[in-house]
């Protein structure tokens, strides 16, 4: 008995073991390179899940101005690297995932020999500064690592990261003119004054700390970071380009310029001077902290504390083995490139934002140490409530949970006690429409995953909720829409506040707060209150009640609506598709404003208005690139025609999603791209969060394994796969037949079997 | 026996009570309006003795810029406040007191009535701005009290200080609008791009907090706020001023301008809004801290946790009377007036920087905590190693060793490993000559007040001087002079450091390290080699040991010597007066030399090279109003005519010190003006700190009580006081004849009898 019994455990250790092992090399597949191209707005660098550093390189820092003008391009660098470039500038240690914003890109570094140039130079004239020429014949970008040969300077670039520390290896040639470049002036959308002030602080001859505080995306940021050589430098220096040094002549009694040992002000780049053999490796660790010098130095203690790049980069490479195995699924290897480089994209942001030791900044501005919980920024929420937050309850349920503990403390820290709408590192900005944190926080209590004070959560969502000063909601909540002279977005914004009060009732209701559930249960119709019958769509409503009379429901410009036209956002009703379908005329008329939306000719004239996507992020008048059209298709199972939704997954998902550096159609939107097509790829997606249930699309892989924890998998098989036999013919769970068109959350946590029968004919 | 002896206790106590009884009251002669007018940069503000807080009113915040071009008024406002002027454009909360520079001016408070003006407006314009006009009739200036009727408003301005808090006391008329405004922009030398960065957080409608970030004398300064008012505000606002925010787009979700909790932002306005009733009183608490909000919000729990603007006043006025009862001296009124605010001055700066909880920031912009400490700031050493800090040694020797702890934490965490020469708010900015830290320390040590580790502190001061890379010292280590070609200021700069070299020798010496002794008395005697006795003057020498061909003893300007000609720092030699007299060709020659530099008709173009002084600051060629010759009427004493010793001084005691705002003759510098009046006005002066030894002057009070300490008291009685009777014909000491120039340190620690016999007629 014994015997068997230690056989059977050796079986299930085995069995356990299976399930994650390393060999099946999940990371080959992923291509940190798609998306790099065009509207992607990716970066090719190196980062381990959620890591604090994103350690990349820039193409391009493009500042704000040129020749004293706006510069158009700006928006292209959203994450500091564009394909088609031939020079590199540098290596930063922070970038946004897919952003429609350009920030961050902190803390440039640039190897290089010969004569000192301190200048970037410009793009069209090598040898014009510290930038170099590169090819992507010697470019390797890989998950946690990337590599490039910088044609210049002959120097081998090598990085690799942990969560809070950037590893730099620079492979150089023999010189004894060889350089480091520390640009602290450089950074992603550089306006004049964006960088408020920097400070650098050596501490021998290998090792430096300093921060860096800038005025962007977040308003008041102040990031720190401690670098340390595995070599000394021979010396080193500043230059400082600020206009104006009041009481700086007394500093003249040093020479500040050579080997001193600090600097601060505005502009400020430092070099360290090198002298190397043929192949000699130069090393740097980079630690960053949102809260101290020291914080950065700890850090890197913590994390990095010897020299051995191959292992922080396994060590790195093996974490996201770990996530990328939490779905494993059967396809050709370009899906499978599709398909965990979506993986790897959902996994960047929101990064982790405290030290090791748990500090972090708050909204406050005062430094907070995080108990019981891993606090996280860079919240991009109207992107990300849709499909992000619902995978990470599926596959990151403790991450998912620490994030809403991290809204929490935003909440509570934030001077205008409201819940997250876009915040980065303890700064908010307000962008975009509504207050989706409700929606990330309801979909969690809903779903069974509120390892937090889901009471206490409900309340932050109420007060949020019911925040009279901000955009609109007084008007919102007397009137039951946003009159358009109160906002340019008002029609959206209305929408947005009612499927998220929805969100709080299912929430409320989860928690038995019955007089709250009724308070917004009423809110969620709101809706309605800004469709216009008469022209059958959501319009922009005047305080008089009447209709705007200007109005064009293509455009999505000064039409009432965000990043959406009013074809699109008319659908928006994810809460209550049946009442959507019976406010716009009934089952046959929706089924052809769908069908006209997917297939219509949109006028030249309009594509220009839309932002963020190519051309090829549309289809007809539907525009897969801004999210607001994400729940679209799924749209056919309310009506007597859900084959159609099957026949649009699947017309979408090889058109928006390519493994080829112009391979997304629009911004990756710090994932929420990418969370659509692992959900579609499976063949559900959850049209409203806040609903235990997905809506039934079409797989288009052969199978999937996810482990949803306690080593239980759910296993969707798929049979008869091809591109032709898009339409689901039937389906089983757990081999009985499955006829519903929706699959519940319970159903998937609980483990099992879910085979989907194709045909290349719809019932 | 037993009732014998507790009799004798009775007495001892009721003795020691009267040592300290307060209605002595001295605090009635102190008039800090004393050197407001003209040259003095005092300013007339509340303060508690080196409290962190000076809450003052400024005149004018003279901007760097005017019409475009530089301000040159902005010298006369290095304390804020010039007594001509006629208007008040607010009340601030940081001031330096007497230096020859301009900074500081933070949190500018104003309180006004009628339409807002956010605004300062223009002097000659009357209600073009929020500055409001004034009569000194209605002003009254007084130790930790300042009050003034502000014309325009009608609103009387009380103001008073605990050692973290400001606290103001506003009586307003009857109005609907009354305003409170908070101008972050405004600041001493208030130069473009000085404020980097501030930020305000609205708690409730009653408290806020907020930082401002700047960049003047200190180069990396934050001052954290806390920010109460008795009452709450109907309503808040802000103004902006920035000319360029980038991403604030979405801001304007909210209307920021009104009753929005925070703002931040390089060129910020605040104002908060009351109906006031007549009389009624609006008060305001305002704490500062070095270190965070948190920090300034318990500063003020900490010292003021009520509203009782009496108390806060009265417990302040309390430490002065304790501070100023260490010396009680016997004179007329004005005499008495001109003492008291002397002994005020001295015990302004340095100031304390830390938190009530000992946090403080580090030089290496990191935050401590002092362990077993106060940590002061405000070091302008140039200035007070002379006379302030072995005054402190007599009467403050606490706060001396205090001081001494504060330098040796900065030389700890300064990057450049130096003791400080000008430092403030964790910054140094190595204003003037010489590393006189080491003086400072040297005098502790040697008159052994030294409760910290002096072994250190030698290897500190060795580790300064020895610092080759700063401002000529290898050098002058190489060749014991400082070549012309080296720096402007070549021969101030041996001067001084030989006679640093001779401190440190003094203090190695009583710590027994021999070898440091040998090496810096051979430095010390490096004054010699930049005297060129063809011309009989201390002159700028090259490289090759030449002197410079161009030479003018009289001017200040390109002649190697810093606030000061040849003419007077040619004497500078304060540790070695014989070798300097033997040097200059002996006893006649040097008499005549001083009796030149003090009768010798100056060409008026001279005047106009003389910084920092009135032109009655200088008597003939001598210059009281900078420091460099406040030892030169002492150094008589070391020829045949000491008498002219006490000629002098008692010439000099009345012309540089008069009870009026035009009183002074010179900036007070941080004190060390008014320290040389207490020191010379009892008849002794510290002619080389780091000598126990100080030399013999003549009184001008009839007698002083110096507390030394363990309830010791060192009497000086001055037989025959007058005006005329200007000379010393004797003195005993403890009723023993005393034939000596000289007064030890310890003499006077001992406790004892002093008394000089005062004649006409000089022996």
């Known amino acids: 008995m014994k015997k068997l019994l230690s056989a059977f455990l050796m079986c299930a250790g085995l069995q356990a073991a299976a399930q994650n092992k390393p060999h099946q090399n999940l990371v080959q597949y992923v291509k940190p390179i798609i998306g790099t191209q065009r509207m992607g707005h990716t970066y090719p660098g190196a980062t381990v899940p959620f890591g604090m550093v994103q350690l990349s390189p820039e193409t391009d820092t493009a500042s704000y101005e040129l020749n004293g003008k706006y510069n158009p391009r700006v928006y292209e660098y959203c994450a500091g690297y564009q394909y088609e470039d031939k020079t590199i500038v540098g290596f930063s240690h922070t970038h946004f995932s897919g952003t429609g914003h350009s920030d961050l890109g902190d803390f440039l570094i640039m190897p290089t020999v010969g004569a000192l140039k301190l200048n970037p130079g410009v793009a069209d004239k090598p040898g014009s500064g510290y930038r170099s020429a590169f090819s992507h014949t010697n470019e390797v970008s890989a998950a946690n690592y990337y590599k490039v040969k910088l044609d210049e300077s002959n120097i081998t670039a090598e990085m690799t990261t942990s969560t809070r520390v950037g590893f730099h290896q620079y492979t150089f040639p023999k010189s004894d003119q060889s350089h480091i470049i520390l640009d602290l002036m450089a950074g992603i959308y550089n306006y004049p004054d964006k960088t408020v002030w920097t400070y650098v602080k050596i501490l021998n001859d290998s090792t430096l700390v300093g921060y860096r505080q800038t005025n962007g995306w977040a308003r008041t940021r102040n990031l ?59 090393k740097i660790k980079f630690a960053l902290s949102p809260v101290s010098m020291d914080g950065a130095m700890a850090n890197m203690q913590a994390e990095v504390p010897g020299w051995d790049f191959d292992k922080v980069k396994t060590d790195g490479q093996a974490q996201w083995e770990k996530e990328l195995e939490k779905i494993q699924v059967n396809a050709s290897v370009e899906r499978k490139q599709d398909f965990y480089t979506a993986m790897y994209h959902t996994m960047i942001n929101p990064t982790i934002y405290m030290d090791a030791d748990g500090q972090y900044k708050g909204l406050d501005q005062n430094i907070h140490k995080a108990e019981g919980f891993t606090n996280y920024t860079t919240f ?10 619902p995978l990470f309850n599926m596959i990151q349920p403790q991450r998912n949970a620490d994030m809403v503990k991290s809204m929490m403390v935003h909440f509570e820290q934030s001077p205008e006690r409201m819940l997250p709408v876009w915040s980065n590192s303890a700064n908010e900005n307000w962008c975009m429409s509504g207050y989706h944190s409700v929606s990330v926080i309801a979909d969690a209590v809903v779903k069974g995953n509120a390892p937090f ?37 008002s029609v959206s914004n209305t929408l947005e506040y009612a499927y998220d009060d929805w969100a709080i009732a299912q929430m409320a209701k989860k928690l038995g707060k019955t ?26 409503k005047k305080a008089d009640g009447t209709f705007r009379a200007k109005f064009d429901p293509l455009s999505t410009i000064n039409e009432g609506f965000i990043e ?46 839309t932002e963020d996507i190519t051309r090829d992020g549309i289809i007809g008048n539907y525009v897969h690139g801004n999210e607001p059209s994400h729940h679209v298709a799924y749209l056919y199972n309310w009506t007597d025609k859900p084959w159609k939704t099957q026949e649009r997954i699947r017309m979408i998902l090889p058109r928006m999603y390519k493994p080829t550096p112009d391979g997304l ?20 997606y959850p049209v409203a969060p806040g609903s235990v ?3 039934i699309g079409s797989p288009s892989v052969n199978s999937a394994t996810i482990q949803v924890g306690n080593g239980k998998t759910f296993n969707i098989t798929v049979k008869n796969q091809s591109e032709k036999n898009v339409y689901v013919q039937k389906m089983t769970l757990n081999g009985k037949p499955y006829p519903a068109l929706t699959l519940s959350h319970q159903d998937i946590m609980n483990g099992g079997e879910m085979v989907f029968y194709m045909s290349s004919k719809h019932k």
């Open 224 to 282: 720190y970071f401690a670098m340390a050589f595995n070599k000394k430098f021979m010396q080193h220096g500043f230059k400082k380009y600020d206009k104006r040094e009041v009481y700086g002549g007394f500093w003249g009694k040093f020479n500040q310029s050579k080997n001193f040992p600090e600097i601060a002000g505005k502009q400020i780049r430092a070099y360290f001077d090198f002298k190397t053999e043929e192949g000699e490796k130069i």
């Open 380 to 389: 991009s929420l109207w992107d990300t409530y849709r499909a992000l937050h």
């Open 453 to 489: 004070d889901a009471e206490k959560a409900l309340a932050a969502c109420v007060e949020t909720a019911r925040h009279r000063s901000y955009e609109g909601i007084g008007d919102y909540i007397d009137k039951g829409y946003i009159p358009d002279e109160k906002t340019g977005v």
């Open 515 to 540: 007089e709250i559930y009724n308070e917004f249960i009423k809110r969620s119709e709101n809706y309605k209150n800004v469709y216009d019958p008469s022209v059958g769509f959501m319009r922009p």
């Open 564 to 609: 959406g036209n009013s074809w699109n956002y008319t659908l928006f009703a994810p809460q209550d598709p049946q009442g959507l379908i019976k406010l716009m005329g009934g089952n046959a008329r929706f089924v052809r404003y769908l069908d006209s939306l997917f297939t219509m000719n949109l006028p030249d004239k309009y594509f220009a208005e």
């Open 665 to 684: 159609g629009g911004n990756d939107d710090t994932g929420q791209m990418s969370a659509w097509y692992i959900f579609s790829s499976m063949g559900f």
């Open 693 to 695: 249930d997905y809506s």
